[in-house]
């Protein structure tokens, strides 16, 4: 099964790729690694996903912001590879933050979410190496933000 059919089978709509809103690019690929600059939590229509983990949000709020940091982390793939997501060899990395109080500490159980969703994308190929960050802050205020690095082939 290819990576556009488990989008396909699991009922994902990825997001527009978004242009950088600063001095950086998006994406940027150095030999057979693509990097990709982190994604902040958008909701489906477009609003971002405001607040605080242990103060504002739940768990389970924050595992849904970190899907939406990855599914904007496979839009900014597709949009670099020309929408050929077969070129993708594996999921290197992710490196997930939560905006969260000094108590909160399941910042794991919210980057689940992007890493979940990763793997239900790309399969055993989604598999990759993590980091769960906690922050006292993120930009605009959003809940979570997810970079990554891919392999291609």
Do not use: W
Not at 94 to 108: A, C, R
């Amino acid at each position: 099964m290819n990576f556009e059919e488990n989008i396909k089978i699991n009922n994902i709509e990825l997001p527009k790729a978004a242009d950088p809103v600063g001095s950086y690019v998006a994406t940027k690929e150095v030999g057979k690694l693509l990097y990709i600059s982190g994604q902040i939590s958008i909701d489906a229509n477009g609003n971002l996903i405001k607040g605080k983990l242990g103060k504002d949000l739940k768990t389970s709020q924050g595992y849904d912001a970190a899907i939406r940091c990855a599914l904007s982390i496979v839009a900014q793939v597709k949009k670099h590879l020309d929408n050929d997501l077969s070129k993708v060899k594996s999921c290197v990395k992710l490196t997930g933050f939560v905006n969260s109080t000094d108590e909160f500490t399941e910042q794991p159980k919210v980057i689940n979410g992007a890493s979940d969703t990763i793997a239900k994308i790309f399969g055993d190929k989604g598999m990759h190496t993590r980091a769960a960050v906690s922050s006292n802050s993120l930009p605009l205020g959003v809940a979570v933000e997810v970079d990554a690095i891919f392999e291609l082939n």
